[in-house]
């Protein structure tokens, strides 16, 4: 049996954790907070949309993430598959064509079809698409049930340890830290994200809606019990610091267009934090000074983890096996 150590516990790092522990790896993640959480994965939407991230991103991440929705749903609970409807208000209607020509597998949806969608939307939007094969999960849940089936596994978490000096003796390591390895990877940006949860009980969305607006485009996440989460900001910054009160504002009056509901909807938390991306925005698995890199995620951290972290176990299990041949000569 392999051993490993993964530094970091958010997307990347348990989803290495998992894929290494279901392949028969004894796996130790460190993590230096004390808790889950305070990281870029704990603020995440939760989508997992690879049609419609195609308008923006390259071929690869649609390819990539088109298996995420399966492995999601295979192991943690509550994963979503009602689709993304995505609206657009009528004075910008040409959002829809451009966003339509860049992106596949969605239906249009006239006023009907989106009524028929989300009946809370009815003769607020008169052109929008569908996209029945994509999904959601709550990012905080999805991760606390990782950690739980890795415990079970034997896998071990240890909180409030620093990571970055770990090294030979713990077999093979698999840094995860997002942004904080730029040290090691000074190819790596941040792309600072904020986000606003709120709840409300005069809305209620079944699916994940994405309203198309050319200065500030805004997703609405739905997490039950009349919560949503409502992103997000892409600003070229590294800085973690509180959300500003321009984003706040933005985010806001996005989401009360999408619904005049959301204004008086409570206000649950607004949070901020820095999304690790190399130049083209791909994550990526690099060796280098002995250890494993899974980082880069950009916005995908949820959608690509899984097919990353596949890739960071075979590429540990064949140092490992290397290893034991080279034993087995001497
Ligand atoms: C507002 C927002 C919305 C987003 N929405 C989506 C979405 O809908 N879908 C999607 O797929 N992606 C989304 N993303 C992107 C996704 O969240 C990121 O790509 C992903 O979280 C990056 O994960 P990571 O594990 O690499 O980094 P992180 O989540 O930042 O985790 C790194 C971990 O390493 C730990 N660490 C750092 N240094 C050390 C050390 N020395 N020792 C031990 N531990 C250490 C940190 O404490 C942290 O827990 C969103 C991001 C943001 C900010």
Do not use: Q
Request: proline share 5%; charged share 30%; aromatic share 6%.
């Amino acid at each position: 049996m392999s051993r490993a150590l993964v530094i970091g516990a958010g997307v990347a790092g348990l989803t290495a954790a998992t894929a290494l522990a279901e392949r028969g790896a004894k796996v130790t993640v460190v993590e230096r907070s004390r808790e889950l959480g305070d990281n870029a994965s704990w603020l995440a939407g939760g989508m997992l949309a690879p049609f419609c991230e195609g308008e923006s991103a390259p071929l690869s991440v649609v390819e990539t993430g088109k298996g995420a929705i399966d492995w999601w749903a295979r192991r943690v609970p509550g994963v979503s598959r009602t689709g993304t409807l995505v609206v657009t208000p009528p004075r910008d209607s040409s959002e829809i064509e451009r966003f339509a020509a860049r992106t596949r597998s969605h239906e249009r949806a006239d006023e009907k079809r989106i009524a028929e969608l989300e009946p809370d939307l009815a003769g607020r939007f008169r052109k929008g698409l569908f996209f029945a094969s994509e999904g959601h999960l709550d990012p905080r849940a999805a991760m606390r049930a990782l950690l739980k089936a890795l415990e079970r596994r034997g896998g071990e978490l240890r909180f409030g340890e620093n990571g970055e000096g770990v090294a030979a003796g713990a077999g093979l390591v698999v840094d995860c830290r997002g942004f904080a390895a730029r040290s090691e990877l000074p190819e790596l940006r941040g792309v600072r994200g904020e986000m606003i949860r709120v709840r409300t009980r005069e809305i209620n969305l079944k699916r994940c809606v994405r309203l198309l607006h050319p200065r500030i485009p805004l997703y609405v996440v739905p997490r039950g019990g009349g919560e949503y989460m409502i992103g997000a900001t892409m600003i070229e910054s590294a800085e973690k610091g509180p959300v500003t009160v321009r984003s706040a504002i933005e985010l806001m009056s996005a989401a009360y267009a999408l619904h005049p509901a959301f204004g008086e909807a409570e206000i649950l938390e607004m949070s901020a934090d820095v999304r690790p991306a190399f130049a083209d925005n791909e994550p990526r698995v690099v060796e280098r000074d002995g250890r494993i890199f899974v980082n880069g995620f950009y916005r995908h951290g949820f959608l690509l983890a899984p097919a990353l972290a596949a890739r960071a176990a075979d590429l540990v299990f064949a140092r490992a096996a290397a290893k034991k041949a080279r034993l087995v000569e001497a």
